[in-house]
Antibody
Framework: QVQLVQSGAEVRKPGASVKVSCKALGYTFASYAIHWVRQAPGQRPEWLGWINTATGSTKFSEKFQDRVTFSRDTSASTAYMELSSLRSEDTAVFYC????????????WGQGSRVTVSS | SYELAQPPSVSVSPGQTAAITCSGDALAKQYTSWYQQKPGQAPILVIFRDNERPSGIPARFSGSISGTTVTLTIADVQAEDEAHYYCQTADRSATWAFGGGTVLTVL
């Protein structure tokens, strides 16, 4: 069955970077986009952007476009999100989610990767 | 960016019907999805394209749209429906956004 399996929890100091992975199982990786979403404690989900897993093209939320990078390894069916210049406000759970290219909804989500930014 | 407004909370008794609204100018032109999120879990898609239900989601969940307001309706509310609910849409520049979320309390 379809699954998105994310990497584990990370702790970083302010100013550092973090890279989260999202491995797709049970479907053809390049047939769906991968979106990334951040959710701080007690807050709404916040959209970071997405990657076209077939072409590698990306689009970012204006809020994060200077600090976030998306990549993918099609041979490993894995997408990556790297966030740089971390600050305490980045402490959150980061999710990847699958999205059909012709639709706008996220039908499967990863389990989430908790990132803690603390000195 | 654009805003999607939801009521912070909705409370109903078991067996009653809950209606959760989401308002925003973008909703008149783009499809809306709804997600259910329970504490410590990832969101789950419950409605897409305004009123379509994914397989596995009970028929008690339905969606509708009127102008720039979309509504998630949960009939015959069960205790297991207690959760946060978020609306979501994308604008024509392929930018996605989530509503502020509504906590559904089953009394």
């Amino acid at each position: 069955q379809v699954q998105l399996v994310q990497s584990g929890a990370e702790v970083r100091k302010p100013g550092a970077s973090v890279k989260v992975s999202c491995k797709a199982l049970g479907y053809t990786f390049a047939s769906y986009a991968i979106h990334w979403v951040r959710q701080a404690p007690g807050q709404r989900p916040e959209w970071l952007g997405w990657i076209n897993t077939a072409t590698g093209s990306t689009k970012f939320s204006e809020k994060f476009q200077d600090r976030v990078t998306f990549s993918r390894d099609t041979s490993a069916s894995t997408a990556y999100m790297e966030l740089s210049s971390l600050r305490s406000e980045d402490t959150a759970v980061f999710y990847c989610a699958r999205c059909d290219y012709s639709r706008g909804h996220f039908d499967y989500w990863g389990q989430g990767s908790r990132v803690t930014v603390s000195s | 960016s654009y805003e999607l407004a939801q009521p912070p909370s909705v409370s109903v008794s078991p067996g009653q019907t809950a209606a959760i609204t989401c308002s925003g100018d973008a909703l008149a032109k783009q499809y809306t999805s709804w997600y259910q999120q329970k504490p410590g879990q990832a969101p789950i898609l419950v409605i897409f394209r305004d009123n379509e239900r994914p397989s596995g989601i009970p028929a008690r969940f339905s969606g509708s749209i009127s102008g720039t307001t979309v509504t998630l309706t949960i009939a015959d509310v069960q205790a297991e429906d207690e959760a946060h609910y978020y609306c979501q849409t994308a604008d024509r520049s392929a930018t996605w956004a989530f509503g502020g979320g509504t906590v559904l309390t089953v009394l």
